[in-house]
């Protein structure tokens, strides 16, 4: 509990600034992306991997840096997980090539992030009780939510004007405000020592998480697609063992790197399966609204964080309204309301894309959308920790953390990997369509134009039969407007999953009773 000398919320305050900057550099280089393709020399597909590697990053070290809370205790563990955090973050701010932003950015953030956010977690949750708590915990579901929907603008703003780099600038001015704040967060006791550490857990959990993620992101490349289910395969496999594995040390009477006890508890696997599903749409949503807005319309950075900004708006405010509305209203029933409204708004997107889509056809759908994840986030944090006891937060945190980083990365890899190759099918549609493909091969015409919209279509002009020519640009709008569509029925699915699995929450009297 807060001491009664301090400000009551200060906890909250240097949690919602950490929380903000670790989901604000990946939303706010979404509208980067053209930017950055032309500035490092690369591809989308590599910014694509970064955005999920970064967020892959986070959940594969998660549970490991929640475990460091028990060893080091949360305080401790929160200003190291910053240290790392932003020594990532100035090595992205001068990066010269993917490579340099990939080791800063996803890799040395990533590291510094999973420290960061379970520690996050379990320093509210021990700060506040009762509705105190739930307040606490909508506050940082919102700013949360804030960072990750008004990175667009924020990063719009310095892409357009100034540079992408500020971006990661803002967030060192940040950290160094959260060090002059430090002295709200309280330290916790550690219960462990550094011979009570699972190593062998530790590995398993980082190398299963990484090759399920890397399997779905090689899913975009077809020449690699040998590759994808033996991946898939293996990282399944060896997460299987890191569940054996963790059993055995229990039975042993040794520590585990988390207890998997938590996962018999419907209450807490629920609450986890509904946060992946919710964060799947949000990062597809955040990754492939920018790609069709600069790609398509041509619009700037700037014009794509201000197309997203109600979304944005919409989204902090429904997680704030969320908070206060559970008071009146059970979260399963506000979790189903949630999904319901953000499935409504994907189908409403999904029929507005085309050759001649402005922005402001794209802003009511993505309102809609923004309103159901409001909801969504305002509840999930609070009623997936809520689940667990005094004695398993550290535990409940790392795994909540790292479900949602893995949704938030699944989301990025799977949704990108979904309009890629709805690109490439509509491209190969279309070539075959005009039936002019000269000396060339339809393959070699696919590449070509595969490579061009790889390249944000600032690189070199495709080379393809002068017959086709004049339709090039035609041919990769309307194959990118056509797999947005399907995209965004993907995604109503996906949300309507949600809603399902939310049906089978038990009640509030329920948990309460369980609880005793």
């Avoid at 939510?145 to 990175?151: E, I, R």
């Avoid at 059993?247 to 018999?264: E, F, Q, V």
């Avoid at 599903?277 to 790609?291: D, E, M, N, S, Y």
């Amino acid at each position: 509990m807060a001491s009664e000398n301090q400000y009551k919320w200060g906890v909250v305050l240097v949690a919602c600034m950490a929380i903000f900057i670790i989901v604000l550099d990946t939303s706010a280089m979404n509208v980067a992306i053209t930017t950055l393709v032309v500035e490092l020399n690369t591809t989308l597909s590599t910014i694509q991997a970064i955005i999920a590697l970064y967020a892959l990053i986070i959940a594969s070290f998660m549970l490991l840096g929640s475990k460091l809370q028990d060893i080091l205790g949360r305080k401790k563990t929160f200003l190291i997980g910053l240290l790392i955090y932003v020594i990532g973050t100035i090595i992205a701010t001068f990066s010269i090539n993917a490579l340099m932003l990939l080791i800063g950015w996803a890799v040395f953030e990533g590291i510094g992030a999973a420290l960061i956010l379970p520690a996050t977690t379990t320093l509210v949750g021990a700060s506040y009780k009762g509705k105190d708590r739930i307040t606490a915990f909508g506050i940082w579901g919102g700013i949360a939510a804030m960072g990750a929907a008004l990175g667009p603008i924020i990063g719009g703003i310095f892409t357009t004007y100034l540079t992408w780099r500020l971006v990661f600038g803002l967030e060192i001015l940040i950290v160094i405000i959260i060090f002059l704040f430090r002295s709200y967060l309280t330290e916790s006791i550690p219960t462990l020592k550094w011979k009570d550490l699972d190593i062998v857990g530790s590995l398993l959990s980082i190398v299963s998480l990484i090759l399920l993620v890397l399997g779905i992101l090689l899913l975009s490349s077809p020449q690699n697609w040998e590759y994808v289910a033996a991946l898939i395969i293996t990282g399944s496999i060896l997460f299987v063992i890191f569940l054996l594995w963790q059993r055995r040390r229990t039975n042993k009477g040794l520590h585990p790197l988390t207890d998997i006890s938590l996962l018999k508890n419907r209450i807490f696997v629920l609450g986890n399966l509904n946060n992946v599903i919710q964060q799947i749409p949000l990062a597809g949503f955040l990754f492939i609204i920018p790609v069709f807005l600069q790609q398509v319309t041509k619009l700037s950075a700037f014009n794509t964080g201000l197309t997203l900004l109600p979304a944005s708006i919409t989204i902090l405010l429904f997680s704030l309204a969320g908070a206060r509305l559970s008071s009146k209203l059970e979260s399963k029933y506000i979790l189903m309301i949630g999904f319901v409204i953000a499935a409504v708004g994907a189908y409403i997107l999904g029929g507005v894309f085309n050759l001649n889509t402005q922005m402001a056809d794209i802003i009511p759908g993505t309102i809609v959308f923004g309103i159901g994840i409001g909801l969504l986030l305002s509840q999930l944090t609070n009623m997936t920790m809520s689940a667990a006891r005094t004695d398993q937060e550290t535990d409940a945190a790392g795994l909540l953390n790292n479900f949602k980083n893995l949704g938030y990365s699944m989301g990025t890899a799977l949704i990108g990997v979904l309009l890629i190759i709805g690109i490439f099918g509509g491209i190969t549609a279309s070539i075959t369509a005009t039936g002019q493909t000269g000396n060339m091969t339809t393959e070699q015409i696919q590449g070509s134009i595969i490579n061009y919209v790889e390249k944000m279509q600032t690189g070199t002009p495709p080379q393809v039969p002068s017959q086709i020519q004049p339709y090039t640009t035609q041919i990769i709008d309307s194959s990118i407007s056509s797999a947005m569509k399907q995209t965004f029925t993907v995604l109503s699915l996906i949300l309507i999953l949600g809603f399902i699995t939310s049906i089978f929450l038990p009640s509030v009297k329920k948990r309460k009773n369980k609880l005793k």
